[in-house]
Protein backbone atom coordinates (compact mmCIF):
# COMPACT_ATOMS: atom_id res chain seq x y z
CA UNK A 1 0.00 0.00 0.00
CA UNK A 2 1.31 3.44 -1.08
CA UNK A 3 1.12 5.96 1.99
CA UNK A 4 0.35 9.47 0.66
CA UNK A 5 2.19 12.40 2.66
CA UNK A 6 -0.39 14.63 4.47
CA UNK A 7 -0.99 18.24 1.98
CA UNK A 8 -1.64 21.12 4.38
CA UNK A 9 -2.66 24.93 3.13
CA UNK A 10 -1.15 28.01 3.15
CA UNK A 11 -1.69 31.69 2.66
CA UNK A 12 -0.24 33.04 -0.38
CA UNK A 13 -0.43 36.65 -1.27
CA UNK A 14 -0.76 38.50 -4.61
CA UNK A 15 -0.44 42.42 -5.50
CA UNK A 16 -2.86 42.81 -9.04
CA UNK A 17 -0.61 45.46 -10.11
CA UNK A 18 -1.52 45.60 -13.95
CA UNK A 19 -5.42 46.18 -13.50
CA UNK A 20 -7.04 47.27 -9.51
CA UNK A 21 -3.55 47.78 -7.64
CA UNK A 22 -5.53 45.61 -4.29
CA UNK A 23 -4.10 42.68 -2.65
CA UNK A 24 -5.82 39.93 -2.39
CA UNK A 25 -5.14 35.96 -0.62
CA UNK A 26 -5.50 32.57 -1.24
CA UNK A 27 -4.94 28.75 0.09
CA UNK A 28 -2.25 27.11 -1.71
CA UNK A 29 -2.43 23.13 -0.76
CA UNK A 30 1.19 21.24 -0.67
CA UNK A 31 0.11 18.93 -3.16
CA UNK A 32 -0.43 21.37 -6.05
CA UNK A 33 2.26 20.98 -8.82
CA UNK A 34 1.48 22.79 -12.50
CA UNK A 35 0.86 25.70 -14.18
CA UNK A 36 -2.24 27.56 -12.85
CA UNK A 37 -4.54 30.90 -12.89
CA UNK A 38 -4.97 32.68 -9.43
CA UNK A 39 -8.02 34.86 -10.53
CA UNK A 40 -8.23 38.66 -8.89
CA UNK A 41 -11.17 38.60 -6.77
CA UNK A 42 -12.17 42.21 -6.94
CA UNK A 43 -11.77 42.43 -11.32
CA UNK A 44 -11.20 38.89 -12.27
CA UNK A 45 -7.84 39.41 -13.46
CA UNK A 46 -6.11 36.35 -14.07
CA UNK A 47 -2.26 35.78 -12.67
CA UNK A 48 -0.65 33.30 -14.18
CA UNK A 49 1.96 31.03 -12.14
CA UNK A 50 3.86 27.73 -11.82
CA UNK A 51 3.21 26.30 -8.80
CA UNK A 52 5.63 23.12 -6.96
CA UNK A 53 4.82 21.34 -3.89
CA UNK A 54 2.12 24.26 -3.32
CA UNK A 55 4.75 26.97 -3.75
CA UNK A 56 4.76 29.42 -6.03
CA UNK A 57 7.69 29.52 -7.94
CA UNK A 58 10.06 32.83 -9.82
CA UNK A 59 8.64 31.61 -13.00
CA UNK A 60 5.36 34.00 -14.46
CA UNK A 61 3.21 32.98 -17.34
CA UNK A 62 1.37 35.06 -19.54
CA UNK A 63 -0.98 32.53 -21.30
CA UNK A 64 -3.25 29.40 -20.78
CA UNK A 65 -1.03 27.05 -21.82
CA UNK A 66 -0.76 24.02 -19.94
CA UNK A 67 -2.66 25.08 -16.97
CA UNK A 68 -4.30 23.25 -15.12
CA UNK A 69 -6.99 25.10 -13.10
CA UNK A 70 -8.47 28.63 -11.62
CA UNK A 71 -7.28 29.31 -8.17
CA UNK A 72 -10.16 31.97 -6.87
CA UNK A 73 -8.83 34.37 -4.58
CA UNK A 74 -10.24 35.11 -1.44
CA UNK A 75 -12.94 38.32 -1.78
CA UNK A 76 -12.95 39.04 1.74
CA UNK A 77 -9.25 39.38 1.65
CA UNK A 78 -9.62 42.46 -1.07
CA UNK A 79 -7.29 45.12 0.89
CA UNK A 80 -5.38 48.27 -0.35
CA UNK A 81 -2.65 47.83 1.80
CA UNK A 82 -0.86 44.13 2.22
CA UNK A 83 -1.55 41.97 4.65
CA UNK A 84 0.71 40.79 7.93
CA UNK A 85 3.73 40.41 6.13
CA UNK A 86 4.58 38.13 9.37
CA UNK A 87 1.91 35.58 8.06
CA UNK A 88 2.28 35.61 4.91
CA UNK A 89 4.30 34.55 1.66
CA UNK A 90 5.95 37.28 0.16
CA UNK A 91 7.89 35.67 -2.56
CA UNK A 92 4.92 35.97 -5.24
CA UNK A 93 3.16 38.91 -5.08
CA UNK A 94 5.49 42.11 -5.75
CA UNK A 95 8.77 43.50 -6.83
CA UNK A 96 11.59 43.80 -3.84
CA UNK A 97 10.97 47.43 -3.95
CA UNK A 98 7.54 47.66 -3.02
CA UNK A 99 8.37 45.36 -0.57
CA UNK A 100 11.58 47.49 1.09
CA UNK A 101 8.93 50.63 0.77
CA UNK A 102 6.26 49.18 2.43
CA UNK A 103 8.41 48.26 5.52
CA UNK A 104 10.18 51.24 5.63
CA UNK A 105 6.45 52.62 6.00
CA UNK A 106 5.88 50.40 8.69
CA UNK A 107 9.03 51.35 10.71
CA UNK A 108 8.03 55.18 9.91
CA UNK A 109 4.53 55.14 11.61
CA UNK A 110 5.67 52.49 14.11
CA UNK A 111 8.12 55.24 15.94
Known sequence: MIKKKPSFRRKEQFHCSTE???YFLTYLRSNLN??????????????YRSIKNGLVTDDRRNDMKDQLD???GMASTISDIPHDLDKV??????PS??????LK????NAN
Do not use: Q
Not at 34 to 47: K, V
Not at 89 to 94: A, E, K, Q, V
Not at 97 to 102: G, N
Open 34 to 47: GNYAIRCPNCDHLH
Open 20 to 22: CNK
Open 97 to 102: AVKSSW
Open 105 to 108: EISI
Open 70 to 72: IIE
Open 89 to 94: NLRSIT
